[in-house]
């Protein structure tokens, strides 16, 4: 008898849908004070009626209005400029609360005017599975109330901020997004953003987070370190233009071991003075063009597993100014990358005027290579392994331009080259016993006294 009420009890849940409340969930909208409504009523709304809002104020005449599952599993005020044009202020009313959204994609999709939204803690997402594009282009809002978001069955989450150009700061912090796969371009644009809270976001599936903080003009920090990914695949362009930012810290266990472009990743991020990519260790690269391109303040950086094999015989490789414009960049180390496959080292170093050092080791290879032009163009600091300096290029002839001191003739750190070799080093250690083992690393490390 209990597994029969059971059932009858789920069955009833099933039949009550995306809602739970005694009555019709409403979307009003009265342009008089061009506000949106969501609502619950017991009796039917209809455009041109009186419509008193819970909180009190003056009554006002109903414009348009949508209900049940167009507001549930739809979102049909943002599908009309017209219509968008007129959304200023959302409210969602107490009796909203337990009105349960399958879906909350595009919801405010480019409400331009869009300037405050109220109430958001009557705003269940508990059972909402896409949140892409939710506040896209919403280039009036100043602030969104988030704390009381629930995005357990999210899986989308992509330009849910995108265009928010007046948002200058967001709180993720504590999100548990167990199912969450994407979040392409989620803050991309908010060119008025400085801080974005991320502590304890736990999404342990996502994979897709390029172009996340693309054209935040204004961010100055993003630390990672407490944000909880899965083996992401693509970073791409995942800072691009992110002119004041200045530190990125990420998890020790941020995992891009399916990650193969990592283009344009930290483009243009003018302000960025150095970057720690040691616990990067992708298991195939095919490109890491324009990664740094434009990184103009970048001093140090540690690339650490991103030297590892560039290409394949199935892709070709890409380096095409993977550091261009880094004029206060002293050095930098690729020892360990296996670049045999590489066909386009074009501009990669192109502007780097303070570069003095670059390693390489028993690995690097220029064999493939057919694009190189501009490959060393400025780097008047550079000094090679035998002391081979810097040579002015001749009165480039773009017929013959891989001919000029300036291109991959000069990537090698034999005889009048420009790079340096550099050893493979070990850790040794030496245990308690007296027994030494050795292990491949970047460093030599012998206890004090040997």
Known sequence: MKKILS????????????????????????????TLYFTVSSTEIAAGDTFTPAAGGAAQTVSRVWSGTQVTAGRPWSNSSSIRTDIHTVVFE???????????????????????????????????????????????????????FDV???????????????????????????????????????SALQTVNLEGFYAPKLRNIGNLFYNCGNLMSADLSAFTTGAVSNVSEMFENCTALQTVR?????????????????????????????????????????MFDGCAALQTVSLGGLCTNIGNRHFNGDLSAMFNGCAALTAVDFTGMNTAYVTDMSNMFNGDQAMQAIYVGDAWSTEAVTESEYMFYGCQSIVGEDGTTYETPIEVNYAVEDQTPINVTKAHYGVGGYLRYK???????????????????????????L
């Open 423 to 449: 050893h493979t080093l070990y850790t040794i250690t030496i245990p308690a016993s007296g027994t030494g083992t050795f292990s491949a690393a970047e460093n030599v490390t012998l206890p004090e006294g």
């Open 250 to 290: 990420f998890a020790d266990d941020f995992d891009v071991s399916g990650v193969s472009q990592f283009s344009y990743m930290f483009y243009h991020c003018a302000s960025l003075q150095s970057i720690d990519l040691s616990k990067f260790h992708p298991d195939e690269v095919t490109t890491l063009a324009n």
């Open 94 to 148: 107490p009796s909203f609360a337990d009105v349960r959204p399958t879906t909350l994609y595009d919801w405010f999709y480019y409400c331009e005017n869009l300037g405050s939204i109220s109430g958001m803690e009557h705003l269940n997402t508990s059972q909402a599975t896409l949140m892409s594009g939710m506040f896209q282009n919403c280039s009036s809002l100043t602030e969104i109330d988030l704390s009381h």
């Open 152 to 190: 357990g069955q999210v899986t989308k989450m992509s330009y849910m901020f995108a265009g928010c150009k007046q948002l200058q700061q967001l709180d993720l912090s504590g999100w548990q997004a167990p199912n969450l796969t994407e979040m392409t371009g989620a803050f991309s644009g908010c």
């Open 7 to 34: 059932m009858i009890f789920a069955l009833m849940a099933i039949a009550i849908g995306a809602w739970a409340q005694t009555g019709t969930p409403y979307a009003v909208l009265c342009t008089d004070n061009h």
